[in-house]
């Protein structure tokens, strides 16, 4: 018997079986491969306090990251690129290459570093599944690594400021989606009508983008006016993850948005009052530690003492 493979990943909202891209590329893929992973979303009893999800637990490893999760996968013999040829294999890499160079920083920038975006639907909704006091120290130090990483790739000269690094990204991010609507033209996948690692990753990076209802939509905009890949994304979702998404109406969308938004207040009210605790404790003053007063004993009861530390 095959020993069992156990995905922890982030959960799903707005229609999507999980909101984080990486998440969801490896989700697809199994989907894909038809690799038989048990999927344990995170919540309020999750232990990892550095932020590495997706996590594959096997019987003997443990696995993060969705490059090294899909290659695991292969060794296993699931493989969702069993009839690809060798070009198509090098335009995946490719691909792949592209996406991650011009359309991911665009994607974590929109979810983790535009303001609006990040407090009133980003934070809201990773804090929400993590334990306290987890869910107020994570969400800030992903955001962080989130900048870090988009500065890492895009913040050399001559693009010295956030202002300019921003829109260079999404300028990229705009070219990216264009080429990937050209190269999907009319067909049903990338590669034909089987869906393969590069429709994985595609769809792990736009699924999110595409469907989460965020106040700031620059990119979102975009892509809706790209109407094959938002095809793309309700096919997958339609054709591989109907049984898990449950089939929220429209109503019930509103009812979700609305516990996001008192979640929203919640959240950033409990920020709020820790941070005003901490600014009173560093603002308060430093009083010198107080002297206990020495008694000083009157000469009967010194010699009373006297008398009793010499009797038997």
């Known amino acids: 018997m095959a020993a069992p493979l156990e995905l922890s990943c982030w959960g799903g909202g707005w229609g999507l079986p999980s909101v ?19 999927v344990n979303v995170i919540d309020n009893t999750w232990r990892g306090s550095r932020g ?3 996590v594959l637990t096997t019987e003997d ?12 996968l292969r060794k296993q013999k699931y493989n969702a690129d069993y009839e690809l040829s ?39 909704w990773f804090a929400s599944r993590m334990p306290f006091p987890l869910s107020l120290i994570l969400p800030g130090r992903m955001s962080k690594g989130a900048l870090n990483r988009i500065l890492l790739t895009r913040g050399e000269p001559p693009l010295y400021h956030l202002r300019e690094v921003e829109a260079q990204i999404y300028r990229d991010a705009k070219e990216c989606l264009n080429l990937l609507s050209n190269r999907l033209g009319t067909s049903q996948f990338f ?57 929220i109406s429209p109503a019930g969308q ?11 207040q919640l959240v950033n009210k409990e920020s709020n009052l820790i941070e005003k605790m901490d600014d009173n404790l560093r603002q308060s003053p430093q009083l010198p530690p107080r002297k206990l007063p020495t008694l ?6 010194e010699e009373s003492n006297s008398l009793q530390r010499l009797s038997p």
């Open 296 to 301: 000083k004993l009157t000469p009967a009861e």
């Open 191 to 247: 590669f034909g009508d089987m869906p393969s690692t590069l429709d994985a990753y595609v769809f792990g990076f736009l699924a999110p983008l595409y469907k989460v209802r965020f106040p700031k939509v620059q990119l979102q905009e975009h892509l809706k006016q790209l109407s094959n890949l938002c095809r793309f994304c309700d096919d997958i979702l339609n054709s591989y993850f109907r049984v898990s998404l449950g089939g």
């Open 86 to 124: 060798a070009k198509q294999g090098a335009d995946t890499l490719a691909y792949i290459a592209l996406l991650e160079e011009k359309l991911l920083p665009a994607v974590l920038h929109t979810f983790w570093v535009e303001s609006d975006n990040y407090f009133t639907v980003t934070k809201p």
């Open 254 to 264: 509103e009812t979700v948005d609305a516990n996001l938004q008192k979640l929203t």
């Open 20 to 38: 984080h891209s990486d998440s969801l590329v490896v989700m697809a893929y199994a989907k894909f491969s038809g690799a038989p992973l048990k």
């Open 52 to 54: 590495e999800v997706p």
């Open 61 to 72: 490893n443990t696995i993060s990251q969705p490059a090294k999760i899909l290659n695991f």
